[in-house]
Structures are given as structure tokens and as C-alpha cells.
T-cell receptor, first 115, second 113 residues
């Protein structure tokens, strides 16, 4: 049973560039959430996608956008990268109809470094 | 807003001794609380959750947590620590919308032989 997979594992970009991160949810899950984890901090919620729509958004600027595909996989896009965007980006999946019986399952993340 | 606080940046314990990692919460309504563990260069692994019912929740790898409504706490415990338990532990609370998890800043647990 495949868990949550994210790609790439590491990425280096320069300020002003754009980046796309990818996530495949755990088998059977239909909801994908994205979190940003800065060094030494807890994960911060970016947004959640369900049925190919953004269902909720955290306190992140419009430079952060996402997409969910019909197969439930998801992308996180960040435009006009800033040094402060350097972080571990975590994808989590869950089953929408089973909110409290299944917790969110996390991937190993993409480490994004901005130079 | 739903939030949790982890008052300790680091907890040190000797192998074989009991361990406690503290978490307090601030919520409106009933809290839905979680503990996750993160090993170096890895994502978060789910340990246990409290939704309703018994105040003592048992989870993975021998961990348990005690929900205390009067003290608004949800401390993580293990009767006998292992060196392999050394990791970063996060307490989290489900947001009011039910879609986001709000995490604490994490507590680093170091178990020494």
C-alpha cells in the first residue's frame, strides 16, 4: 500500500524564480493538504484541495497556488520565490468522508532552498 | 482560533525511564487533538489522536496520551523510553473548519543509553 509520495526530494532555486512541487496521495485518499515547515518550526497549513477545488486556505500570499488532478494527485506552485520561502514542504492526504477516523498521512516532503 | 502550545523545546530522558512530552491546547468547542513524530529528513508520522471517549488514548510504538479537560492538556507519555524514540514530536489540533491541522512548534526528545 503506497503511502504519500512527493517529488522532487530536494530543489534549489534562486530568488524570483517559480517552482512546482508534486504529490501523490495515499491509495484510497481523495483530499490533499499542503504545509510549509520552516527550520525549527512546526508545519504551517497552506491550503487543502478536494474534488479539484481549493477548500480552505491558510495565511499565505497569492504567490502560492495549487491544483488537484482527477486522479487526486496535486501540485503546489510558488511564484516569485523569496529567500523566506526556503522550507520543507509537506503534502498530507486524507479521506474526505472519514475526517476523524483517518488522520492526515504525510509524505517525506520536498526540501526547497532559495539562493 | 484553535491552537496548541508545547512549552519544552527539548526533553532529555535515559533509556528505560518513563517519558512525558507536554502539550496544552486552546480551543472553542470540543478539541480534536493529535500527536505526530518526525525523524530527521522525514515527514510526519501519526502516533495517536483524541476525538472523544476515554481520556487515555493508546497509539503506535507504545505511546499513549492523557487528555485532561480541566488542565487543557494532552501530554504524550511512554512508560519506558528507547533510544530509537529520539525524534521531534509535534502536538496538533484540528482547526474549526476540520480541514487544517494547527501544529505546535515541536519538542525534541533525546533518549540517552
Amino acid at each position: 500500500d503506497a503511502g504519500v509520495t512527493q517529488s522532487p526530494t530536494h530543489l534549489i532555486k534562486t530568488r524570483g524564480q517559480q517552482v512546482t512541487l508534486r504529490c501523490s496521495p495515499k491509495s484510497g485518499h481523495d483530499t490533499v493538504s499542503w504545509y510549509q515547515q520552516a527550520l525549527g518550526q512546526g508545519p504551517q497549513f497552506i491550503f487543502q484541495y478536494y474534488e479539484e477545488e481549493e477548500r480552505q486556505r491558510g495565511n499565505f500570499p497569492d504567490r502560492f497556488s495549487g491544483h488537484q488532478f482527477p486522479n487526486y494527485s496535486s501540485e503546489l506552485n510558488v511564484n516569485a520565490l523569496l529567500l523566506g520561502d526556503s522550507a520543507l514542504y509537506l503534502c498530507a492526504s486524507s479521506l474526505a468522508g472519514d475526517r476523524y477516523n483517518q488522520p492526515q498521512h504525510f509524505g517525506d516532503g520536498t526540501r526547497l532552498s532559495i539562493l | 482560533a484553535q491552537s496548541v502550545a508545547q512549552p519544552e523545546d527539548q526533553v532529555n530522558v535515559a533509556e528505560g525511564n518513563p517519558l512525558t512530552v507536554k502539550c496544552t491546547y486552546s480551543v472553542s468547542g470540543n478539541p480534536y487533538l493529535f500527536w505526530y513524530v518526525q525523524y530527521p529528513n522525514r515527514g510526519l508520522q501519526f502516533l495517536l489522536k483524541y476525538i472523544t471517549g476515554d481520556n487515555l488514548v493508546k497509539g503506535s510504538y507504545g505511546f499513549e496520551a492523557e487528555f485532561n479537560k480541566s488542565q487543557t492538556s494532552f501530554h504524550l507519555k511512554k512508560p519506558s523510553a528507547l533510544v530509537s524514540d529520539s525524534a521531534l514530536y509535534f502536538c496538533a489540533v484540528d482547526s474549526n473548519s476540520g480541514y487544517a491541522l494547527n501544529f505546535g512548534k515541536g519538542t525534541s526528545l533525546l533518549v540517552t543509553p
